[in-house]
T-cell receptor
Framework: GAVVSQHPSWVICKSGTSVKIECRSLDFQATTMFWYRQFPKQSLMLMATSNEGSKATYEQGVEKDKFLINHASLTLSTLTVTSAHPEDSSFYIC????????????FGNGTRLTVT | GIQVEQSPPDLILQEGANSTLRCNFSDSVNNLQWFHQNPWGQLINLFYIPSGTKQNGRLSATTVATERYSLLYISSSQTTDSGVYFCAVTLGNTGNQFYFGTGTSLTVIP
């Protein structure tokens, strides 16, 4: 079945530093990937849609300069949290459709970011 | 934007009991998925069900798109069913982004 790999699974960083999270589709090509954020005991909030070879599409209220997304190949999207602050501490999860738009989503295992 | 509400928000069941989880959405949708998030945060795809009824073992789901709701049935619940259940939808007139519901936190006690 479709597998989406996310790395790292957890990371602790100091305030002001940047953190890069990778999302790979292991057995299929994904022209589109999605990045979600989840705070404790809350639902998943869509942050942005990552488009291979073009700019990401950000949801309203998400700072594009803070959350840099790069989708340089059909199997890799990266999310960089720039100048991280404690309020950026959260669970970040990527996902991808295997198939046409709207087809079932497959998720990575998520990255737990803690900013001290 | 679309509102995706799930009920109940919290549910505690005795092992072996049955339950029904509900997902209501405020706009027409193209697709709907049900997920189970385990205590480690992992999201497991349960059903891809834009309409109709599907069954997989002890779980089944029904979506009535015209009435804007979906139901997830869990029968003979087990402790391993504990976790949070989410429905997620794509809108009828936008791209393929899935938007998540508010979730139902299920605890199954032995």
């Amino acid at each position: 079945g479709a597998v989406v790999s996310q790395h790292p699974s957890w990371v602790i960083c100091k305030s002001g530093t940047s953190v890069k999270i990778e999302c790979r589709s292991l057995d299929f090509q994904a022209t589109t990937m999605f990045w979600y954020r989840q705070f404790p005991k809350q639902s998943l909030m869509l942050m942005a849609t990552s488009n291979e070879g073009s700019k990401a599409t950000y949801e309203q209220g998400v700072e594009k300069d803070k959350f840099l997304i790069n989708h340089a190949s059909l199997t890799l999207s990266t999310l960089t949290v720039t100048s991280a602050h404690p309020e950026d501490s959260s669970f970040y999860i990527c996902s991808a459709n295997r198939g046409p738009p709207g087809s079932p989503l497959h998720f990575g295992n998520g990255t737990r970011l803690t900013v001290t | 934007g679309i509102q995706v509400e799930q009920s109940p928000p919290d549910l505690i069941l005795q092992e072996g009991a049955n339950s029904t989880l509900r997902c209501n959405f405020s706009d027409s949708v193209n697709n709907l998925q049900w997920f189970h998030q385990n205590p480690w945060g992992q999201l497991i795809n349960l059903f891809y069900i834009p309409s109709g009824t599907k069954q997989n073992g002890r779980l089944s789901a029904t979506t009535v798109a015209t009435e804007r709701y979906s139901l997830l049935y869990i029968s003979s619940s087990q402790t391993t069913d504990s976790g949070v259940y989410f429905c997620a939808v794509t809108l009828g007139n936008t791209g393929n982004q899935f938007y998540f519901g508010t979730g139902t936190s299920l605890t199954v006690i032995p």
